[in-house]
């Protein structure tokens, strides 16, 4: 029998990034008992990472703005295969949301009369990203960490959730270890808010941090909830390409809502050579033009540079196969030739920059108010994740609601930069006020100790069969590389039909994993662990790649190139079977209501 | 090519330096050679890490003895002619190889007053402050808490001052807080008692291992003692208080 300390909670929050945090001060402020587990230590989840800003209608800077733009402007950037409530609600109640953090002691960049400032960013009609530089993701966790720890929240760090408790149909809390001893831990909870985060970790090239395993993800899924449109995985068409160490950390989009723009080896602005007919009518055409957007002129339109990303991504991936990239691979990102319009443009980069000069300067040895950047396509962020209820955020399983980037449905297709940061503290606040509520309103739920002890029996087994066995790093790596290779950017059913063989075996090699040493703090132990989710998400995105014959949003299928009108109906639902079989199909997509739709139509 | 990476390995009861040879390529980090080695050679090996992008501030650990964040120290600044010597910070617990017990730290967040704000300028609830009013605070507020600075504190990493001083990394807190133009809080007399500014004798070591470039020292300590000076020790006040 494996030993396990026990704690109980109303609500139990899983994950401690900007949704986490957001949700666990919201059950706190109802006054219900809160837990929350982060994987990290407290402030380092992957929101720090997060750069370019929050989006919101403040109009603070174009008084033209308003939620309906940028609720059409979310929409047409998803394909409109969105959840449409929430694009709605996130609309909506970004612009508080954001006030809000300024009420617990955020500082965000000003305007000239005092007010938050606001920047340009690929897909947002008008400048719309509140930010602090080029760091907005770290001023929003730290605001709401400082801001959350005197709301009476008890924090587990350093802690990973192995599985998810069920009692009758509900949820009954979580099953998983602390990093620093090692010991299990139950967490009874009569409400779980799953925020997980992301799942770039399956990939080889990521922006992501060494947590984003898909935890979230696979947990509800085993536990039996729905996943949806899994296919859409955001490849941000600007992650560093050298030194190869660093390849795939994020270069921000703001280099270019500042100006910075794409070049390819022959010094030639390539993005102005493809413009989707979608967005021609809002698309600069001319350098010049381009340029007057970036200073704010408002009736100049945007470079091609801050088309949506997926776009760019593969314009990007065009030039290199073309033979048209730079030295390592990528192409080039220019922010030192605004020089020729700003005078002091360097202390002007620095200013606006700080983290990506500081980055390159660093990691490349490059000054980038000097010289040109080498840039390439990086796995970024999942659009796809838990299905979830749009206004309350709870999923199809009574009791587990999600929220941030571990729910589907706000961005569709794919999502919009500086949407993710507004998602984060738009449904972190409305999970955290559902779960609350669902808490009062049931009893605690039973414990099943045979699931608890079966899964601790399964998580010690590496430890039996020693380090001899396979290598759960080698295991890692490989995933990664193959699901790069056979899932990335450019899709093909042959190639995808391999990586399920390829994820098959490597889910008998991860069943003879094995580790050396004891179970404190034992990194070898831990990637064991997370090789599970990893295996069913990177599962599961390719099962729903398959599916969706045709290209949209994020998924480029090169053997079905166009949009198919009949796909953009449905949405792709995976689930568990009775067997253990992972269920993928199609659900039609709710009609949208004819409000939203006249919305639509009238700022498209 | 290859280098040699003297690691610290153990935990709470004691613990011994173990050498790993490993190949190296160019423009690698510390914390890419780390992870090879784990990968590799070492499986167990306790290492915290988060965005390998200098932005979490999880990875910080001493690197020839000086104070860094392993993903930000390119292998070609350092000497690979001799072994780099890498250990877990000094200043707080060892939990095993290079990962220490920081929670201190977090217990000494909680005791400081929190963000009050002065109520909203604007009908609409907000507020309007000026760039230049909130430069510095910025700059406070670049900290990624990676606690480098409270590793090289002399006063908690030789005197051991947990108690009665909450170092370099919560002065810098105390005074994007004081010094944030809506807050309306008063923490001076904190600072002078239980926080322990008069500890710090500005020896600026804490400033020249942030790697977020912060002036702690100047911008941060030395305001914030100015403004305890001000309030306790002020000659004048002090005959106006009497009379």
């Not at chain 1, 230590?41 to 008084?63: F, I, P, R, S, Y």
């Not at chain 1, 390829?502 to 580790?515: K, Y």
């Not at chain 1, 099962?543 to 009108?565: C, I, M, T, V, W």
């Amino acid at each position: 029998m494996a030993e396990y300390q026990s704690y109980s909670y109303d609500v139990l929050v899983i994950g401690a990034g900007g949704a986490g945090l957001r949700a666990a001060i919201e059950a706190a402020s109802k006054g219900v008992k809160v837990g929350v587990v982060c994987k990290s230590l407290l402030g380092k989840a992957h929101t720090v990472m997060a750069e370019g800003g929050v989006a919101a209608a403040l109009a603070n800077v174009d008084d033209r703005d308003n939620w309906r733009v940028h609720f059409t402007d979310t929409m047409r950037g998803g394909q409109y295969l969105n959840n449409w409530r929430m694009a709605e609600l996130h609309a909506k109640e970004a612009p508080d949301r954001v006030r809000e953090l300024e009420a617990w002691g955020a500082l965000f960049d000003r305007t000239k009369d005092g007010r938050i400032l606001q920047r340009n960013f690929g897909g947002h009609r008008y400048p719309r990203l509140a930010h602090v530089g080029d760091r907005t993701g770290l001023e929003m966790i730290r605001t709401l960490q400082d801001h959350g720890i005197h709301t009476g929240m008890e924090v587990h760090m350093e802690c990973t959730v192995l599985t998810l408790l069920i009692d009758s149909g509900r949820i009954a809390g979580a099953f998983g270890y602390d990093r620093e001893k090692g010991h299990f831990i139950l967490w009874k909870a009569k409400a779980v808010v799953l925020a997980t985060g992301g799942i770039g970790r399956a990939f080889k090239i990521t922006s992501n941090s060494w947590e984003y395993t898909g935890d979230g993800h696979a947990l509800a899924y085993r536990a039996g909830a729905e996943l949806k449109d899994m296919e859409f995985v955001q490849f941000h068409p600007t992650g560093m390409v050298w030194p190869p160490s660093v390849r795939g950390i994020l270069v921000t989009e703001g280099v270019r809502g500042e100006g910075g723009v794409l070049r390819n080896s022959e010094g030639k602005r390539f993005m102005f050579d493809d413009i989707p007919d979608l967005y021609k009518a809002q698309t600069a055409d001319s350098e010049a033009e381009g340029w007057r957007y970036c200073t704010g002129d408002k009736n100049a339109r945007r470079p091609p540079e801050l088309l949506t990303r997926d776009h760019v991504a593969r314009c990007i991936n065009r030039e290199v196969k073309a033979g048209r990239g730079s030295p390592h691979g990528g192409v080039f990102l220019d922010i030192a030739w605004i020089k020729q319009h700003i005078p002091k443009s360097e202390e002007h980069i620095k200013r606006k920059l700080p983290s990506m000069y500081h980055q390159f300067k660093q990691l490349a040895d490059i000054d980038i108010t000097k010289e040109p950047m080498e840039v390439g396509p990086t796995t970024h962020y999942m659009m796809g994740g838990i299905s979830v209820d749009g206004d309350s955020q709870m999923s199809t399983l009574p009791g587990l609601f999600a929220a941030g980037e571990v729910a589907a449905g706000l961005h569709g297709a794919n999502r919009l930069g500086g949407n993710s940061l507004s998602d984060l503290i738009v449904f972190g606040q409305r999970a955290g006020e559902y779960a609350a509520q669902f808490a009062k309103e049931h009893p605690a739920a039973a414990i099943d100790e045979s699931q608890i002890q079966s899964t601790a029996a399964k998580a010690l087994e590496p430890f039996e069969r020693g380090p001899a066995a396979e290598n759960p790093y080698a295991i890692q790596y490989d995933l990664q590389e193959k699901m790069q290779e056979l899932v990335g950017i450019v899709r093909v059913e042959s190639e995808m039909e391999q990586a399920l063989e390829v994820v098959a075996a490597l889910r008998e090699r991860a069943a003879h994993a094995g580790i050396a040493g004891h179970r404190q703090y034992n990194n070898g132990w831990h990637t064991a662990m997370d090789l599970d989710q990893l295996l069913t998400v990177s599962e599961a995105i390719t099962r729903a790649a398959l599916l969706r014959k045709e290209s949209r949003g994020a998924q480029f299928r090169d053997d079905y190139p166009n949009k198919d009108p009949e796909w953009s109906k449905y949405n792709i639902v995976i689930r568990r079977g009775s067997q253990g079989e992972m269920i993928v199909e199609r659900r039609p997509i709710p009609p949208i209501p004819t409000e939203l739709l006249k919305i639509i139509e009238e700022f498209k | 090519m290859d280098a040699m990476f003297r690691i610290w390995r153990g935990d709470a009861n004691g613990g011994k330096f173990v050498d790993y040879k490993t190949p190296v390529d160019p423009g690698m980090v510390v914390l890419d050679a780390v992870h090879r080695i784990q990968a590799t050679q070492a499986p167990d090996m306790a290492v915290r890490w988060n965005c390998k992008a200098g932005k979490c501030g999880s990875c910080s650990a001493e690197i020839n003895g000086t104070p860094k964040l392993m993903c930000m120290t390119r292998l070609n600044s350092l000497n690979l002619d001799m072994p780099v010597i890498l250990e877990p910070m000094h200043t707080f617990p060892s939990i095993r190889d290079l990962v220490t017990d920081v929670s201190w730290n977090f217990e000494v967040k909680k005791k400081i007053k929190p963000f009050k704000p002065r109520k909203p300028d604007a009908p609409d609830g907000t507020w309007r402050m000026q760039q230049a009013d909130i430069d510095r605070v910025q700059e406070f507020r670049k900290c990624i808490e990676c606690f480098l600075c409270q590793d090289v504190c002399h006063v908690l990493r030789e005197h051991r001052k947990f108690e009665g001083f909450i170092g370099p990394r919560y002065f810098v807190y105390a005074a994007a807080l004081e010094m944030n133009p809506l807050d309306t809080e008063d923490r001076i007399p904190e600072l002078r008692k239980q926080d322990g500014i008069g500890y710090c004798n500005i020896t600026t070591c804490c400033r020249q291992v942030c790697p977020e470039s912060i002036t702690i020292t100047e911008n941060a300590i030395i305001p914030l003692k100015e403004r305890v000076v001000d309030r306790y020790f002020d000659p004048l006040k002090k005959i106006f208080r009497i009379l």
